[in-house]
């Protein structure tokens, strides 16, 4: 049992919910937080099915994405508290976009799609909590995928380092991807591609590696004009 109100008020989609209705969950799902050491191994893998609202209560994990087409890898660190892809646990596709592991020890709290329907789908509170993150993951989502006029290839590698990750992604992230494919994705020279990273290099926007590059704050990235 987890035996800790206040860690579960603290948790997104429990945040506002009544110490009675949280301790009765507790109580009826006999609701444990699991807890695991740093390692390397997944979690999670990448298109696992979804079983119910995974959190992460304490500690960081590592995100990692493999395109379809294997072009390109992205990586970027998630803090808790978190929920972790809560908009995939309904709908065509209920599989987790990205793999999971442990980058530091962690501790977290799982409950079953069943449980999610039976129980906490009837509180109103976790209702407008789920219905408002998923309104602002879409809002976000939204934007990202407007018809978009690029003025220049600055403005189409700005757009491609936000499709890459979550809308709630901050932080530092990398990307491993060749020269001649991040060229093939933004429609542009691999002359072209190369100057701009080596001008973003050059302004601490990112850092530069063989093969990879990072971002320090995919959240603050920054602006195509200059």
Known sequence: MVNDYSLLARLPLLGGISSTDLLGWEETLRLSIDEFAASRVPLIRQGDRLQGLLWLAEGELNREHQSPDGRYATRSVVKAPAVIEPDRIFGLTPSYRFSYSTRTDVRMLCIRKSDVVRHLLKNEVFRLNLLS??????????????????????????????????ADASGEVEISIKMTDLARYLGETRLTVSRLLNEWSARGDIRLGRGHFVVPDIGNLPSAQH
């Open 133 to 166: 993150l998923l309104s602002a993951l879409s809002q976000k989502q939204d934007v990202r995928l407007r018809p978009q006029q690029f003025g220049d290839a600055e403005d189409k590698f700005v757009h491609f380092l936000q499709s890459l990750f979550p």
